[in-house]
């Protein structure tokens, strides 16, 4: 497999927002982060894309604007052939065995559902495997980290993730509060994983899950995506591929490492970690996991196999 010896799935990246906001396309992009040559350089199988929202200051264009970037994305798929669609852990394997980029859809933020979380439905019809309930802030459905209500899901957020259990979709706890965070918990009868957080006790920020977090999540077999954002997890300064291998150090230390993948958010962050400038650059972070010891399953388990195990089809879920 083209480079990083491993199967490759990354939890989290916000390029269909860039494409919609910039212009441009997924095949080759002089600028940002994520594109299909950088993809296939870092050996990536599995490509969750962010169907980004915002703030709610955008709640009224949330739905044109996710719409907008799922058009674009379609266009993309026509017009690229190593680019296809998954809904299963299947269809992600078999683009690692054909070459191709599987690009599995990711709803950040429920303002597109406004008060209805039966649109779900539709989402799913459109190919979106993966729910986040809110970027940040409040809104109808769950209270996001820059809430201090202390407030979680609603009626209509516990609807929602009924709804994405019975659809099979994965529900994504990044961005809750931790009050939604354990209602989801709570409420969830299918996969729930941390699309792009890191370690609170590695770097305090609200956006950082603790390790009573972290353990629950495990113990429900979640995975948490480790985030390349350098203020999640560095005090100051630019962020370094050693800072992302120390915060994997600590999750596999803390859950093990079937517990652990990437949630890059590439495309989502200004600077990306020095040596991690983007996915072309996996096949290094996996051998500073070799480097560090780590035996070729835990390393295959961290690159990708975990995220893959909660996809539909992947036998084990």
Known sequence: MQGTGFLVVDGHCDVLYQLEKDGG??????????????????????????????????????????????????????????????SSAAD???????????????????????DDPGLLEVFYRLGVRAVGLTWNERNLLAGGVADDSG????????EAVKLAGR???LVDVSHLNARSFWDVLEAAAGP???SHSSVHARRPHPRNLTDTQ????AARGGVIGVNFHAPFLCPEGPATLEDVVHHIDYLVELVGPEHVGLGSDFDGIPAPPQGLEGPHRFPALAAALKERGYSDAAIAQIMGENLLRLLPGSGIN
Request: charged fraction near 20%; charge should be positive; proline fraction near 4%.
């Open 167 to 169: 659809l099979g979709m």
């Open 25 to 86: 396309n997924l095949k080759e992009r002089p600028a940002g982060q994520v594109d299909l040559k950088r993809l296939k350089e870092g050996g990536v199988a599995g490509q969750f894309f962010a169907l980004y929202t915002g703030a709610p200051q955008r709640a009224l264009r949330a739905l044109p604007s996710v719409l907008t970037q799922i058009k674009l994305f379609y266009r993309e798929l026509a017009a690229n052939g190593d680019l296809v669609l998954a």
């Open 151 to 158: 407030s979680g899901l609603t009626a209509l957020g516990r």
């Open 92 to 114: 992600v394997r078999r683009a690692a065995q054909e070459g191709k980029v599987a690009a599995i859809l990711s709803l950040e933020g429920g303002e597109p559902l406004g």
């Open 214 to 217: 972290a353990r629950a999540l």
């Open 192 to 194: 729930v994983f941390a």
